[in-house]
């Protein structure tokens, strides 16, 4: 018996057929990719905010966006739609631009070009 997830989890994937194995894969893959993208427009937002000389709570103020949630999107860990982005952006006279990328499994580093612009 496993004494920690951990080594459940891994008991469990020993098990896994090679398509399973493989499901798994490309999706940890793209869950990777996707906190990736979250944390570098996180970054993005808090440089616009921190430019413009204002708090989470002044830019909640401007935009009527909960400060928590600010917060939550500048740590990465918010999940904001286009109308609380393009709020955002407007405020803090930003704009939000969609650009091809090279695929986020072959180059990291493409993904700066996602940023809020």
Same mark, same amino acid.
């Given at each position: #018996?496993? /004494? /920690?997830?951990?080594?459940?989890?891994?008991?469990?994937?020993?098990?896994?057929?090679?398509? =399973?194995?493989? +499901?798994?894969?490309?999706?940890?893959?793209?869950? %990777?990719?996707? +906190?990736?993208?979250?944390?570098? @427009?996180? +970054?993005?937002?808090?440089?616009?905010?921190?430019?413009?000389? @204002? =708090?989470?709570?002044? !830019? %909640?103020?401007? =935009?009527?966006?909960?400060?928590?949630?600010?917060?939550?999107?500048?740590?990465?860990?918010? /999940?904001? *739609?286009? &109308? =609380?982005? !393009?709020?955002?952006? *407007?405020?803090?006279?930003?704009?939000?631009?969609?650009?091809?990328?090279?695929?986020?499994? &072959? /180059?990291?580093?493409? #993904?700066?070009?996602?940023? #809020?612009?």
């Amino acid at each position: #018996m496993s /004494n /920690n997830f951990k080594e459940l989890a891994e008991s469990l994937k020993a098990e896994w057929d090679d398509d =399973t194995r493989q +499901v798994y894969e490309a999706a940890s893959e793209e869950f %990777a990719a996707e +906190v990736v993208e979250r944390a570098d @427009l996180g +970054v993005a937002l808090a440089a616009a905010r921190k430019e413009r000389a @204002l =708090t989470q709570s002044a !830019l %909640a103020e401007l =935009t009527g966006i909960q400060q928590a949630e600010i917060s939550r999107i500048e740590r990465g860990i918010g /999940n904001p *739609t286009a &109308t =609380t982005l !393009l709020r955002l952006a *407007t405020a803090l006279g930003q704009r939000l631009t969609l650009a091809p990328i090279q695929d986020h499994r &072959t /180059n990291q580093a493409s #993904m700066s070009s996602r940023k #809020m612009k």
